[in-house]
């Protein structure tokens, strides 16, 4: 059963250059426990996404047009006063770097006890009661609970934002690059507290990363993303043995093998500009397999196979 559905999803933003097109046309849906990766270089429009689905763009940001269907509502339409009931009850975001979100001069105890009475109208006395069972139930030693966030690592630091979602109990998890700058062992365990998180509580994850091979540990589907548009849609397994789109292509291809001794392989060429993005698809100035009607024309995202979409010429027939 599908809980968030995106449609058509256009985002600008201003800038003295002019507008940013950082979202062109953007739909895809999520389903209720669900686990779907959002993959693509930096300025591909991930994290502009999750951004837009909770309205917490910067200011110079829009939502141009398209619809967020949440759970039968239409977000983009809501006012500040719901967005707000509806932001950490029931979407949480946890940001690439914890410590710009954690207030340094607040106990970690105190940041999930303050969400729980914002949104549950709970005593502090409860709350602190609740805040501490969420934070051991992520890791965190009940005699660490008084601590500041500068006395933690960045993958306790990392712990302390699914407490939050963890207490909170949000229907929808949007994770920005969770893992980054964490070490590969801490990687795994922050992998596997979200993957209770949506086993124990059935919580939905739009998961967020630039790196293939985490969404593949982690992810029932996968969305690739290239310039703010959608390239392919699968499951793990037609996107990693199925692939379609030569840019996807191109990024398995850049995944270390271990053993190997080849240099590493790169995608020639760099991202558009997207102040003034090229015509057709976006992709076709680095693709190989680019011909003139590639150069000319945008190509839909097409359902190819059960599940699978691809926006590409060479498979639109």
Known sequence: MTLLEV????????????????????????????????VGESGSGKTTLGLAILKILPLNGRIVSGEIIFDGRDLVKLSEEDM???RGKEISMIFQDPMTSLNPTMRIVDHVAEALIVHYRLSKEE????????????GIPENRVLDYPHQLSG????????????????????????????DVIVQDQILDLLKELR?????????????????????????IMYAG?????????QIYYSTLHPYTQGLLKSIPKIGSNSDLYTIPGNPP??????????????CPFAEEKCRKENPPLVEVSEGHYVACWRCVK
């Open 199 to 223: 086993n124990r509580q059935k919580t939905s994850i739009l998961f967020i990363t630039h790196d293939l091979s985490v969404v593949a540990d982690i992810a029932d589907r996968v969305i």
């Open 273 to 286: 500009d997207m102040l003034n993005p090229p015509p057709g698809c976006r992709f076709h100035p680095r």
């Open 84 to 86: 707000t009931k509806v």
């Open 229 to 237: 548009k959608i390239m392919e849609i699968g499951s793990v397994e």
């Open 155 to 182: 993958g306790m630091r990392q712990r302390v934002m699914i407490a939050i979602s963890y207490a909170l109990k949000p229907k929808l998890l949007i994770a920005d690059e969770p893992t980054t700058a964490l």
């Open 127 to 138: 709350a602190q009661s609740k805040a501490i069972e969420a934070l051991t139930a992520v």
């Open 7 to 38: 449609k058509n999803l256009k985002v600008e933003f201003v800038t003295v250059s002019g507008s940013v097109k950082a979202l062109d046309g953007v739909s895809f849906t999520v389903n209720r426990g669900e686990v779907v990766g959002v």
